[in-house]
């Protein structure tokens, strides 16, 4: 079966610019992660839905940072202004439960998306 | 929020050897996970072991819990030039479930 999908899978974007980052999960997943990854370096966690509702957004780095699952599949990763800090692999995770509760489920990561801002 | 701490940063073994990579955390845990990620890939679920459980195998894989000493270990045995990547530990914690990777051990196995 299809796996989580992200696009595009690269991006370029002028500082300043706006940039839309799209996740596709695993159908019928109830959960949705965000996580940024630096060069080198391990996922940093950015913001959780369980459906459409974004319960945890505690690790987005500022408010040029927005997140949206309005029908609770398909997810946006919004970046406004960027700035050169930003450029990282952003990668999107699925998993089938609500991960809130001690749940003990894998997360199913898609390619991601690599942003670099000039 | 809890974050594993993998050692080695780096490791290089022959084809055929046996890597073992190791992951401390500070508070306690709900379970841990280790995840695989190849160069220019997404990660991929590789074991998840609980905190009631001290070991689990999946293959060549083999990890390892210990909650007085908080680390865990990973072990791939029989190590194949397809094992070069990285991986990653990642402990979740307390009733939000906050799940939080370390920087990885990356692993070279040459042929």
């Known amino acids: 079966g299809a796996g989580v999908s992200q696009s595009p899978r690269y991006k370029v974007a002028k500082r300043g610019q706006d940039v839309a980052l799209r996740c596709d999960p695993i159908s019928g997943h109830v959960s949705l992660f965000w996580y940024q990854q630096a060069l080198g370096q391990g996922p940093e966690f950015l913001t959780y839905?369980?459906?459409?509702?974004?319960?945890?957004k505690s690790g987005l780095p500022s408010d040029r940072f927005f997140a949206e699952r309005p029908e609770g599949s398909v997810s946006t990763l919004k970046i406004q202004r960027t700035q050169q800090e930003d450029s990282a692999v952003y990668l999107c995770?699925?998993?089938?439960?609500?991960?809130?509760?001690?749940?003990?489920?894998?997360?199913?990561f898609g390619p991601g998306t690599r942003l670099t801002v000039t | 929020s809890q974050q594993g701490e993998e050692d080695p940063q780096a490791l290089s073994i022959q084809e055929g050897e046996n890597a073992t990579m190791n992951c401390s955390y500070k508070?306690?845990?709900?379970?841990l996970q280790w995840y695989r990620q190849n160069s220019g890939r997404g990660l991929v679920h590789l074991i998840l072991?609980?905190?009631?459980?001290r070991e689990k195998h999946s293959g060549r894989l083999r990890v390892t819990l210990d909650t007085s000493k908080k680390s865990s270990s990973l072990l791939i045995t029989a190590s194949r030039a397809a094992d070069t990547a990285s991986y990653f530990c990642?402990?979740?914690?307390?009733?939000?479930?906050?799940?939080?990777f370390g920087a990885g051990t990356r692993l070279t196995v040459k042929p």
């Open positions: 508070t306690s845990i709900n379970n």
């Open positions: 072991i609980r905190s009631n459980e």
């Open positions: 995770a699925s998993s089938p439960a609500p991960w809130l509760g001690r749940a003990t489920y894998e997360q199913y």
């Open positions: 990642a402990p979740a914690a307390g009733n939000n479930n906050d799940m939080r």
């Open positions: 839905f369980q459906n459409e509702a974004q319960l945890d």
